[in-house]
């Protein structure tokens, strides 16, 4: 058997190093990292990157901060399984290997100029939040802003300082609900499809962009066409389990498209007739 | 017809040329293994190699994207470092029929597509194919015709067709060329020899028919239609998830990675293996949600990654009708049944939208 | 890094797995190197009863002592791995679930039945909670290699959740149903690289089922190759009688 070092093959990892991690929750931690050769990750918001632990193995994370911080990037990271777990228990200083980006994500390039409708659930504020910070880097190329987010329970509100910060902006236009409140909740209870119909937009000038998890899509989506926003305009990012990011393995299929490649974000148009999307 | 691109191998030379190409570097054939089974295996002579074979249980895919491939080594120690690599070894195929070449074909097509996968297209680079055409069916189980593999088209560096006493040898490229003329056992083919391969192929013409009750240009429109279709439902209640299928498939690639130290625990690979998506965990994400929970649409996918997906990325079936699905199945799924039976319901449909 | 600590115990089983690890060669011997044996009656005498990092548990638990004992033994233990079929899924001890349990205690303990109380055969998760499954009867040595290093890594290990089929296809075995035979690997999980399929033998099911098999289909192959039902189900029952008890 001979061997020879591939220079371009997709599964060769960047070093890079984490410079802070902060828990956000008790399942979810908040790592900014930059990359050791000092160069740029260069992503779009809501693409994502494999995380890679030698002897353990990869996963992907989407990105969570704006592209226009170029020197360090950041991820929120749920600990679920094998990857997620160890990296938890990783601080400061601490080197992973990393591929990507991987996918498409949000065109800003089309959405530049338009309103927008956030829609987060859950864990979906990672991917929104890259797309949130970029908007508001650039808040004046935009036009309204409305970002709706819902958890389960107030305890498992992710980036809550960050969400308060928005929260009291004049320049967008904030709500949050919970599923279940605990004693101190004063806020919205009830699934997130419930602040929809208390938005004021004008429908064909209005891009809504959607993140949460799978059981969520449907009735967002009734709600954003009741709302009159053309199909075309309704992005929504999703999740499969992935192994290799280049449209290979396999495993991340949506029918014909593949959501390591063709997406992660797709809007409502391309997969309407996909059975296999929801 | 009169082509330098033939040469003629008598047959009492067959065992001459083999040596030859096994002394040229590893040389791998169909065998024998008992109860009716063939595998493609290292042989040194030609008096293994079975001439008359159908598709081994294994097809080719194993020497193109072995079932273990390492894509990184890696040291865990204070620095640690990874290097991507690829493992190949120098390789001559003897034996391919037509429908193994075309899953080759389809091979090259997704590893080629970007971003590239040089894994494969670097250890693709070191074998050699020689074909072997077929001049008659294998079986019952296949459908090579339908998916337009029963003759050949291109895909190899030479081709062997079996005409009585001697193999016509078609040189498709410049290594070929080299094989033959390293060898020196073939002889300049004349009219008469090309005369006997076009009515070989005449002959062919008339025995290789569409062994599924439709025209090959309208099959993807057929699956356009039967997404919804029975025949599915019925899959559910009959398929046992083992992935034969595909592991048996020629043109399924679907891989998955993983990470394995080795026993100081200071040193690893990243590895892929050949994964499956009639498998429970396949399309299996964190929280347990499965997105192909039903083996009915595990069932479905395959299909449509046989004869629909892969024509509106790659304008081709990614099915070579070598029928390896159908031997494979203990349950007895056949591809030519299951296609038959679209057909039919496709067709009630059509009638009922008219009624 | 500070050795782990090792305990190795064994309940109701023919301890054909612990000899397996007895075995195991030099492959091995370097990550043993790396633990700490305190415990392994089979080996030593003494026992130790503080702490372990790692307790290995082999055979199945049949009777009050025994739950009691595995209870003791996962207090003490931060990770837990059961080993071999007896322990993984009750294995061949589980057959005694078919009888009546106080015909079972006459013919083995004659008139004095009643001081030796019994009870239905548990595969060890059905009573203590297990971190790690090592299947297998006897146990598959580079799995079992496998299973450690996970365990000294700290990383889950998940036992392959599809059929023996894909091992045994990727070794490229001529099928058993080509040879006309039948054989329980299209329902068991893999992880033995087909291990006596390779070896000339047909699949028993000795490392329990896959997570969701398709039993009626299984049935409706075997019937077709003219195997009565009942036959199967004791082919099955032989080592997996005690997945009845599992939580639906
Ligand atoms: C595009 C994209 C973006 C994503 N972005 C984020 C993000 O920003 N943040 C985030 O936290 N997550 C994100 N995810 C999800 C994340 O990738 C997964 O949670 C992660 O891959 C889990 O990997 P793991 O190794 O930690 O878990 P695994 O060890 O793979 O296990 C996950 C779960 O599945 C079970 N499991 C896995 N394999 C088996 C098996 N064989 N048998 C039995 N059980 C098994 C485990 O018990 C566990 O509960 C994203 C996913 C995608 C596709
Ligand atoms: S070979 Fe047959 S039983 Fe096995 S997964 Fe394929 S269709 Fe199902
Ligand atoms: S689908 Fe079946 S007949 Fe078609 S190429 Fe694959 S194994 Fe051969
Ligand atoms: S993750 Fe491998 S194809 Fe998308």
Redesign the interface.
Known sequence: ?????????????KKATILRTKNLTRNEKFFEIALKDGSSLDHEPGQFIMVSL?????SPISVCSSPSRRDSFDLCIRA??KV?RRLHTLKKGD?I?IRGPYGRGFPVNIITGNDLLIIAGGLGIAPLRSLITYVLDNRRDFGKVHILFGCKEPKEMLFSDELEQWSQRTDLHYACTVDRADPEWAGNVGVITTLIPGVDIEPLRTFAAVVGP?VMYTFVIKELLKKGIPKRQILLSF???M??G??????C????LYVCQDGPVFNYEQIKNL??AF | MEDTQYVVLKKDRFEEFIAALSSMQKLVAPVA?????Y?FEEVTSADPIALNYIPT??PLK?YFMP??ET??E?T?DRR?H?????????LTIFGAHTCDLAGIQCLNM??S?R?????YL?RKGTITLIGLECNDYCDEYASCHLVHASFPSGGYDLLFTDLGDYFMVHINTVSGDRIVRTAGLCEGAGSAHMNELRSLRDRKRTVFRNEVPIKTKLIPELFDAV?GARVWDNLN????????CT??CPTC?????????D???AR?I?Y??????Q?????????G?N??KE?S?RQR?RY??KF??PV??FARFFCTGCGRCTR?C???ISLKETLSELIKESEERVWKKWL | MKKPKVGIFDFACCEGCQLQLANMGE??L??LG?LRVMEWREVMSETWGKKLDIAIVEGSITDPHAVERIQRIRRRASVLIAYGSCATIGGVNGMKNNFVFDEIRKYVYGDSYAFFPTEPTKAVHQVVEVDYFIHGCPVYIPEV??VL?AA??GIPYYVP???V??EC??N????M???KVTCL???TRAGCNSWCINNGNICYGCRGM?????E???L??LA?YGIPTSLVVNKMNMYNKCRELDEP
């Open positions: 058997m001979e061997k020879v070092v591939i220079k371009d093959s997709g599964y060769r990892l030698l002897g353990i193995g990869e679920v399984g997620t080197e290997g799978p999740e499969r389990n192994a290799c280049n449209g290979k393995c396999g495993h299929q949506i029918q014909n059975s296999e | 293994k008992g109860f009716g089974a595998a249980i294994l194993k079932q273990r894509l990184l890696f865990l640690s990874a290097e991507a690599v690829v493992e190949y070894e120098p997704v590893f597509e971003p590239k996968d040089y894994n670097l997404f209640e009959r398929c046992l998830a083992c992935g034969n592991n048996v690639y679907c891989f998955n990675i993983k990470d394995e130290l026993l100081t625990l690893g990243r892929r293996v050949w994964d499956s998506c498998l429970e965990p396949f399309a299996r994400v964190a929280g949600i997105f192909r083996r649409a996918h449509y990654r629909r997906y509106d990325r494979a203990m349950a007895d | 492959q091995v370097s990550l790396s290699v496998t290093k000294l890594q959740d599809y059929p089929c894909v296809k990727l490229e075995n001529v099928c149903y080509d040879r690997g299209p329902v896959v997570s969701n098999p398709n009626k289909g299984a409706d192959v077709k």
